[in-house]
């Protein structure tokens, strides 16, 4: 079965520092691998994704992230952090056949961002 | 192009009554699928439509149901409501089946039981 752990359940960074989230997943075959970031009273917005090839993705708003089969991980990663990146973030892993387009979520990492 | 939208945004129930939330995906997307966030137990899926079938569910009691129309709007209904089930409920749609599909997710209805 799937699972994903998100060691992480707060982090504290300052404006402008590096960023990494941790991510590793269980599951069977090649997983399809997600990142989400929501912000208060708001719902899930897809960062990036990984279902195969390069295994470094870049997505949406600086952010990247690097697939390592060898040990069941998919980090996020911001070289720069700007105080609107304080939200809550999920790594998601996605069963990896036809018809099944349900999620299994992490337990999510608040981020904080200090000036 | 307009997003995922959910009805309403917020519900105050009292135990035992029952109460439907609505969905409406994007246009063209043919999939919907409903999860519950819970500070306890995190995202969790709930179900998933497509086509008005249900494709697939999640590890929930049969008080939580939902249905899909032929406009692929969804709603889903939870019946003798429990304090647990105080929660946020997340829909998503997607263009299709398969789990590469992109889901975009509206921004949730907040369910309190009292």
């Known amino acids: 079965a799937q699972s994903v752990t998100q060691p992480d359940i707060h982090i504290t960074v300052s404006e402008g520092a590096s960023l990494e989230l941790r991510c590793n997943y269980s599951y069977g075959a090649t997983p399809y691998l997600f990142w989400y970031v929501q912000s208060p009273g708001q719902g899930l917005q897809l960062l990036l994704k990984?279902?195969?090839?390069?295994?470094l993705v870049q997505g949406i708003k600086g952010f990247e992230a690097e697939f390592k089969r060898s040990q069941s991980s998919f980090n996020l990663r911001k070289p720069s952090v700007h105080w609107s990146d304080a939200a809550e973030y999920f790594c998601?892993?996605?069963?990896?056949?036809?018809?099944?387009?349900?999620?299994?979520f992490g337990t999510g990492t608040r981020l904080t961002v200090i000036p | 192009k307009a997003g995922v939208t959910q009805t309403p945004r917020y519900l105050i129930k009292t135990r035992g009554q029952q109460v439907t939330l609505s969905c409406s995906p994007i246009s063209g997307h043919r999939s919907v699928s409903w999860y519950q966030q819970t500070p306890g137990q995190g995202l969790q899926f709930l179900f998933e439509?497509?086509?008005?079938?249900?494709?697939n569910k999640g590890n929930f009691p049969g008080r939580f149901s939902g249905r899909q129309f032929s406009n692929s709007r969804s709603e889903m209904n939870v019946s003798t409501l429990e304090l647990g089930d105080s929660a946020l409920y997340l829909c998503a749609s997607s263009l299709g089946l398969g789990g590469y599909n992109e889901q975009f997710f509206g921004p949730g209805t907040r369910l309190t039981v009292l």
């Open positions: 990984y279902f195969s090839g390069d295994t």
């Open positions: 998601a892993v996605g069963a990896a056949q036809t018809g099944a387009n349900n999620l299994f």
């Open positions: 439509y497509f086509s008005e079938t249900q494709r």
